[in-house]
């Protein structure tokens, strides 16, 4: 099997249409502010014409040089995408490490007859190759051999469903930072109903006064105090809507949710409607995550996540989540999945490596400040009130370093024979379970003069992502490939 | 020398320097008259040689912090797992599993281009975890290192079965056997 082309002549126009929309590779978004910042806008508008006439040339012969780049080729043992002008992109992909393909329309596509074909590989959280506005013939040619649907297996051996007080349970244990997109939007749906006189969020914006408001506040003096106020606020206001959320939003999804377990599957459906249904195959499942916070105790249970090897991270309750699962039933379910219970290590003080952690987001932060020391007026750094300010910028530092420390204190890891246990840096302590065969990776982070101190880790495991800082039984010599191979 | 130590000097020089000029730039923009960011520029307009001096200085600061990054890279591969150092005060270490490695990226901008360097980019079967990046290979190594780990490109179609014994643990496959060290 040998193919080859490139993009059809219908593919010209969307092409442009990108273009424009994405500012590619940022060279347009840089050159107007340099155009700006150097005054050159006064000299385009005075000869406008003759401005729009070259712009236009330029953005249409990259636009045609562009389109002229797109190759892809097709043969039994690869597939190659060759695309790009000013930075160029090669990819090249084994089509038996294909796990997903997505044939897509956009509405360029629908009306020109075309299609975008995204070829998926375990473990991209995008997609590997994205053929562009193809016609659907090339995409036949291209990759019509490749679609990939799994075996049907509906004997169930293992099946729990939860009661009513367990859907509480579950909404109740939903961390707030998955409510917040829910209850805003719960919170706009109500807002007319709740106040016939005030104003939805687009009426809001499509004021004229809007704009005006919008400077006015950009240039008002600030008061010492009001930034914190408002993050107060803020945080209150998001864990008020998210308890509305919580009741109108995750209970009627969790009600009646019912998991089965089959030799080959796991397949949950839940919600008063059975709003959600989904299934994986167990041998697609690399880790699954347990909390073990002060509700989950108190509630014998915890929240489930699973992770897959799947071509892209899901995380809460949008990925494969069970939303309660009390702890007899979680020892049976790690049974059926074959994954060993592991505990992570006692929680110590950790100082070094917490304070590195901090100077590592203090410095991630340093351009913001420096933005906003540059935008403020010369005469604040005259003004009497300037301890006030700093005191209530310490304030809040001193609050983020309590959230981080919390993070900080939840982290651990323990790697056994056969089996790996992460407590990633996150508000709740969480424990991901999985087996040492399915850690595909490590990253170390050391520090060469301090004999190899390990300041953080982070597993090569799906679902995985941010670091572990709390790292007591970590050393460069048992974190090494060799090592582990050993185990 | 696998990595072209020009290229990841240049490259990453300008990419810091182009983050504190947009940076500058954007706030000069948006900043009001009597901001200090205004100040410090009419500031800046009065003294043409210190200004130029200024830029030169910190042109040549970041080049130099570049350069000295540029010789940590270190790379390894062994029949079972690739290995990537970088980093002088802090050191990053990562490893991968071969076995793992899905899918391999080649990318190089103008620079890379006129410089005969490419960045790699491998992604594995792991999501949010751990991928590595190649910065700034030599173009030819870069390709001998994209062949080598993709074996299926050139011996696929000869080999049915890849993975004879799948419940074979895939740490125990990395026997350090034909091992690469570069820098």
Redesign the interface.
Known sequence: MNYQTGLPLRGLLPILIENLKSFRDGWWLNLILVAAVLGIAPALKANATVSLIVIGSIIAGYTIALWRTYQFTRDDTVIRVKTGLAEKNRVTLSPTNISRVDRQRDQWCLLLGLVIVELHTEGSEDAAVKIPYITPRMAQRLIGDLDVEPSADHSSEFRFKLSIPDSIKGALLVPNKHMIGPALILVAIALPFLSSTAQRPDELLMDETSVEQASTILSSTVHPGTIGAIILMTGLFLIGVSVIARVFYALPYFLGTQVDVSDTHIRVQSGIFNLRRWQLRLTDLASIEVREGVWARLFRGSPVLLQTRGAKMRSGMSGYYIPFVSNEKLQELLERIDIQPGELPERRLNVFNFLMDMARITAGGTAIVIGIVLFLPVSFWDSPILPFYAAEIGCIYLLATMFCWRRHWNSGLRVSTGNITVGQCRWTRNRTLAKLEDLHGFEVITIPLLNNHVLAVRPGLPGVDERVTATTECTPGNLSASHLSSL | MVFNRSAYTINTTLKWLM?GV???????????P????R??LITLQGYPVYSVMVVLFTVTLFALLSWVRACTLQFSMTD??I?FRVG??????????RR?I?????????IE?KLNAATLEI????????D?QLPQLRRHEAEAI?KQL?P???T??NDPE?NPDPAK????????QDVRTMQ
């Open positions: 983050t947009m940076l500058f730039l954007g706030v000069v923009l948006l900043a009001p009597e901001s200090l960011a100040q410090l079972g797992y290995e002088t005060v802090v050191q990053k270490y990562q490893w991968i599993l793992d899905r899918n391999i990226r080649l990318k190089a901008n103008i281009q992604e594995t079967v792991g999501t949010g975890g751990v590595i994209r993709l299926e490109e050139t696929a179609a890849p643990s895939p740490l125990s496959q990395a026997d350090a």
